[in-house]
C-alpha cells in the first residue's frame, strides 16, 4: 500500500517560543478517510500548515506520496489540496473567478479550467452563484467553494481542516456524501473537525494529537471497540414509577424523566440485557439512541489519560 | 514547473492584478488623473505663466515630463503595496503558497500587475497634458525606455513595503513620507540648477531624480544629468530589488509562519 503522508520526527517551535509539534511521527495510506483530532491548540493546524507549506517546521521530515517536500516541492504542491479552516479569498471577488484563478494558479489551461470550475461548483451546489461576490455567500457556501477551489487541479490528497464549522446539518450531511464519493473515486482524505460524528462517520483510520504530540494513532475501528461502557437513553411509551432504579453486574438502569431512563452497559453486557429487565418490568420501549457520542467518549478519555482533559 | 504551467500561473497572476485595478477603477484610476490634472491648471497654467521659463522651456512643458512621472511612481508602487497586502490581510495569498508557483513567478506577475496600472494611469495624464502642453518627444526609446523601468522599481518598491506591512498604516506610511517628499524634491517642478551647490548635491542622492531628468530628456531633449548614468543606476535599483523581494518570499518574510 502506497504512503500518502508520511511524517517523521516533525517539530515546529515558534518564534514566540511556543513548541506546536514536539516529534509528531505519522503515517496515512493512500486512499485511506482520515480524521486528525485534537483539542484547540493541539497542533493540528500547524501540521497541516507543515504539510501545505504554509509553516516552516523546525525539525523532521514530511514526504508526500513518497516524495520529500523540500526536493520534490513542485510535485507535491501539485498532488495536494488544502481547505483551511479560516475563510481565505477573496471577498470581492466572484466565485467562479476564484476558483478560475485557482486552476490558473496550477497551471490549468483555460478551457480544462473553465471545465473543472463548472463541475466542481455543479457538485457543491454553487453553480447558480458562480457570478455572485463571493462576501455575499452564506458561511455554508463559503466553506463548499473553498472545496470547490482545493479540488479544481484534482488532487490525490485533499486536506479538510473544519470544513463543515458552522455549517448546518443538512448541508453537513450532504457534503458528508460529496466527500465519500470524492474519496471512494481515489482521493485520500485528511480531515481535521470538531464535529466527532463526522469523523465517526467518515473516517477509516484515527489520530488524536494533544499538545504537539501523537497520543493515539488507530483505526476507527479498533478505537470504538475498546469502549466498553455504553450508555443509551430509551423513551418510553407510559409514565415511569418514581423510584425506578436497577443494578445488577454490567448493567445501571434509572429514570432520567417522566418518559426515558438512561442505562448503562458494561463488562461485555449488552443492550439486549436492559431491554430484557424493562420487559419484565413491563415497561414499553418507543425509541433508543446513544447518550453521548461513542468517540467523544473516547475522545475525552484518551484526552483524560493524557492529561489535558477537563474531566 | 513545467513552461507552459509557469506562463499560465503568471497570466493569472497578472489578469487577476489588473482585473482588480480596473474593477475599483474610481479608486485606481480617476484619482491620480484629477489630482494631476489639477497640476496642469493651477502650477503649469495659472502659476506658470507668471513663472515664465524654465530650462530652456515654458514651465508648463518643463513640469509635464515630472508630473507623468510622479503618476506613474505613485500608482506602479501603491498598486503592488495594496493588493498584496490587502491579499495578505485577507489570506487569500495562501491560495498562492499553496500552488505549486516559483517565487519569481509570484513577484514578476504582481510586479507586472503595478507596472500595467503605473503606464495605464501614466498614459492618460499623458492624453490630458496634450490639453496644455506641446511634447515634442525627442528620444522615443529613453521616454518608453525609462517610464517603463521607473515603474518596475516602484513596483518592486512597493512589493517590499506589502511584505513588512502589518497593517493598514504601514501601507501608508512609506508613500506619505518617504515617496512624495523624494518626488516633490526629485525635480519635477523646478531645474536644480537653481539650487544653491550644497543642494544640488543632495538632490544628486535622490534616485528620483535621475528617473524625472531622464524622462524629460526623452521628451524635451534637456536633462541635469548623464542619461546613461541614469539607466544604468536604474537597471542597478531594479536587480537590487528584484534580488531582495526574493530572497523576502524565500524566507516567507511576512507571509510564511
Keep these: 500500500m502506497t504512503i500518502a503522508i508520511s511524517v517523521s520526527k516533525l517539530e515546529k517551535v515558534y518564534a514566540s517560543g511556543v513548541a506546536a509539534l514536539k516529534g509528531v511521527s505519522l503515517e496515512i495510506e493512500q486512499g485511506d478517510f482520515f480524521a486528525l483530532l485534537g483539542p484547540n491548540g493541539a497542533g493540528k493546524s500547524t501540521f497541516i500548515g507543515i504539510l501545505s507549506t504554509l509553516v516552516r517546521r523546525t525539525g523532521g521530515d514530511v514526504r508526500i506520496f513518497g516524495r520529500d517536500v523540500d526536493t520534490h516541492l513542485y510535485q507535491t504542491k501539485l498532488d495536494l489540496g488544502v481547505v483551511p479552516q479560516e475563510i481565505n479569498f477573496s471577498q470581492f471577488e466572484k466565485v467562479a473567478d476564484i476558483v478560475m484563478t485557482q486552476a490558473g494558479y496550477y497551471g490549468l489551461p483555460r478551457k480544462l479550467a473553465v471545465h473543472r470550475a463548472e ?6 451546489g454553487l453553480w447558480e452563484k458562480r457570478d455572485t461576490r463571493s462576501r455575499l455567500l452564506s458561511g455554508g457556501m463559503k466553506r463548499r467553494m473553498m472545496i470547490a477551489r482545493a479540488l479544481v487541479h484534482e488532487p490525490r490528497l485533499l486536506i479538510l481542516d473544519e470544513p463543515t464549522a458552522g455549517v448546518d446539518i443538512e448541508l453537513r450531511r450532504s457534503m458528508w456524501d460529496f466527500l465519500l464519493d470524492i474519496n471512494s473515486s481515489g482521493t485520500t482524505i485528511v480531515l481535521t473537525t470538531h464535529y466527532l460524528e463526522e469523523a465517526e462517520q467518515l473516517c477509516r483510520n484515527i489520530a488524536i494529537i494533544d499538545e504537539g504530540n501523537i497520543i493515539e494513532n488507530t483505526s476507527m475501528k479498533k478505537l470504538l471497540l475498546e469502549l466498553d461502557v455504553h450508555a443509551y437513553i430509551l423513551d418510553t411509551e407510559h409514565d415511569l414509577d418514581a423510584d425506578l432504579e436497577h443494578k445488577e453486574p454490567g448493567l445501571v438502569l434509572r429514570k432520567v424523566d417522566s418518559h426515558s431512563i438512561e442505562a448503562v452497559v458494561s463488562g461485555g453486557r449488552d443492550i439486549n440485557s436492559a431491554i430484557a429487565v424493562l420487559d419484565r418490568l413491563g415497561i414499553r420501549i418507543l425509541s433508543m439512541r446513544n447518550k453521548a457520542n461513542r468517540l467523544e467518549q473516547l475522545f475525552l478519555s484518551r484526552l483524560r489519560e493524557s492529561g489535558n482533559g477537563s474531566g | 514547473m513545467y513552461t507552459n504551467h509557469k506562463l499560465i500561473a503568471f497570466e493569472t497572476i ?35 505663466s507668471r513663472i515664465g521659463e524654465m530650462g530652456g522651456y515654458r514651465y508648463m512643458e518643463f513640469i509635464v515630463p515630472g508630473l507623468i512621472m510622479m503618476a506613474v511612481i505613485q500608482n506602479s508602487y501603491s498598486n503592488v503595496v495594496s493588493s498584496f497586502f490587502s491579499q495578505k490581510f485577507q489570506r487569500s495569498v495562501e491560495e498562492l503558497l499553496v500552488a505549486p508557483i516559483p517565487n519569481y513567478v509570484i513577484l514578476s506577475g504582481f510586479v507586472v500587475g503595478g507596472m500595467a496600472r503605473g503606464l495605464c494611469v501614466g498614459f492618460i495624464v499623458t492624453l490630458v497634458s496634450l490639453f496644455f502642453a506641446d511634447l515634442p518627444l525627442y528620444s522615443l526609446s529613453i521616454t518608453v525606455g525609462v517610464v517603463l523601468f521607473t515603474s518596475l522599481v ?21 508613500p506619505t513620507f518617504v515617496l512624495t517628499p523624494l518626488i516633490y524634491l526629485g525635480g519635477v517642478f523646478y531645474s536644480i540648477e537653481l539650487l544653491p551647490p550644497f543642494w544640488q548635491l543632495v538632490s544628486r542622492l535622490n534616485p528620483i531624480f535621475y528617473m524625472v531628468n531622464t524622462f524629460r530628456y526623452g521628451i524635451l531633449g534637456t536633462s541635469d544629468i548623464d542619461v546613461a548614468w541614469a539607466f544604468a543606476m536604474l537597471v542597478l535599483f531594479a536587480a537590487l530589488l528584484f534580488g531582495a523581494c526574493i530572497w523576502l518570499l524565500r524566507r516567507g518574510t511576512g507571509i510564511r509562519s
Design chain 1, 119 to 124: 463541475k466542481y461548483l455543479k457538485q457543491l
Design chain 2, 14 to 48: 497578472v489578469i487577476k492584478e489588473v482585473r482588480r485595478f480596473m474593477r475599483i477603477w474610481s479608486q485606481t484610476m480617476l484619482p491620480p488623473v484629477i489630482t494631476i490634472s489639477l497640476y496642469f491648471v493651477i502650477f503649469g497654467n495659472l502659476v506658470g
Design chain 2, 154 to 174: 516602484f513596483s518592486l518598491g512597493g512589493f517590499i513595503n506589502a511584505v513588512f506591512a502589518n497593517n493598514f498604516d504601514d501601507v501608508s506610511i512609506i
